[in-house]
């Protein structure tokens, strides 16, 4: 039952509803994949005796790459769909371990919840704080979850400007759409933007076809490129921050950056890693 306090916003777009379609597509190389991405991002080549909490676990691939490398894995997603989508991936995938990966359901930003699961070595919430409708409460709530020496993991959409707000036209028009032609207006969005990054690709004299993207994308994290869409169109809240937006303020709680990848001025997610110092 997700508790009352966890403000989950009326409107918000069914992660879970994605999550399952994408299910059938996970496979061993879309967890290696996932696996990859962490160590890299992480810096590790392991996580064995360590606690990972997943806040906002979606499909449950990344508790699952935090599994197989050897952690002790809390998963928790306010969306009973995504926390039926995780629990799938663990009896697929690892023998429904319930000793070494507990799922739960339940938000961020229900400070009760989250403060009762303890501290973890890794907080790991890619991105999902922004979809919370309070992306600065979340970030301060997961941030306190962190063990001191722990590190924080978090992706969280960049802040284009006019962009950006052109991106929440698009969202809020989504919400407003019958369910029955939602796919439509992303198929059309996700057309326009395909054949764009073709042309910009013709002009700079390369392939202009988009299956070496796709490719990398199915590579980062074992995505697929339709429910990427389907999760970038439909997906709302919907916040944004600058790269100093979300390093400074953590700074002042005493973490320190560990590594950062960025989308320059691009859109899509930055990725923060930060590591909390030891009192």
């Not at 990054?197 to 988009?210: D, E, H, S, T, Y």
């Not at 919907?238 to 390093?247: D, H, L, P, Q, T």
């Amino acid at each position: 039952m997700i508790p009352e306090t966890a403000s989950i916003p009326e409107n918000a777009f069914e992660f879970g509803k994605n999550w399952s379609s994408f299910l059938k597509n996970i496979d061993e190389t879309s967890v290696e994949s996932s696996i990859h991405s962490l160590r890299s991002m992480l810096g590790i080549k392991s996580l064995v005796g360590k606690s990972f909490l997943d806040l906002g676990c979606g499909s449950g691939l990344s508790s699952l790459a935090a599994y197989r490398l050897g952690a002790d894995v809390v998963s928790i997603d306010y969306d009973p769909q995504s926390v039926a989508c995780t629990k799938c991936l663990r009896q697929r995938f690892a023998g429904d371990d319930t000793v070494r990966w507990r799922i739960l359901q339940g938000s961020v930003l229900d400070r009760s919840t989250i403060s009762a699961l303890g501290q973890a070595d890794v907080v790991y919430s890619w991105g999902v704080l922004h979809h919370t409708g309070n992306m600065k409460e979340a970030i301060r709530i997961a941030s306190q979850s962190v063990s001191p020496g722990g590190l924080f993991f978090i992706a969280i959409y960049n802040d284009q400007g006019g962009s950006s707000r052109r991106w929440l036209k698009i969202k809020q028009t989504y919400q407003r759409l019958p369910r029955v032609i939602r796919g439509v207006w992303v198929a059309l969005i996700a057309s326009f933007y395909e054949i764009r990054f073709a042309f910009i690709r013709a002009l700079k004299l390369q392939n202009p076809l988009p299956f070496a993207d796709w490719r990398r994308k199915k590579a980062d994290r074992g995505m697929s490129v339709w429910h990427d869409w389907v999760d970038w169109v439909g997906g709302f809240p919907f916040e944004v921050a600058k790269v100093e937006e979300i390093v400074v303020p953590l700074r002042k709680e005493g973490f320190s950056l560990q590594n950062l990848k960025t989308v320059g001025s691009g859109w899509g997610c930055n990725e923060y890693v930060f590591r909390r110092d030891v009192n």
